[in-house]
């Protein structure tokens, strides 16, 4: 598996974005609006949520994978 770094929606509780190391932060992540939650790097410490197979093709479509998680880690 990749490596993410993971930013989370302050405003929605769960409401997630992983972004490849390899690749640019998007811009709508800026501004205040999502939080920077840390590094994802291995099976053991991914959300509840996080769906690999989901991840890899948001990726190759968009450079980064939004998802929702009910793991209370990442809801803010």
Not at 5 to 31: I, K, Q, S
Not at 62 to 72: A, E, K, M, P, S
Request: glycine share 14%; with cysteine.
């Amino acid at each position: 598996m990749r490596s993410y770094n993971l930013f989370r929606l302050r405003a929605v509780d769960g409401l997630c974005c992983a972004v490849p190391e390899a690749c640019t932060v998007p811009p709508f992540l800026g501004g205040g609006h999502w939080t920077f939650e840390g590094k994802l790097e291995n099976q053991g410490g991914l959300p509840l949520d996080f769906d690999g197979r989901a991840a890899d093709t948001a990726v190759r479509f968009n450079g980064f994978y939004l998802f929702q998680t009910v793991d209370r880690r990442y809801i803010g």
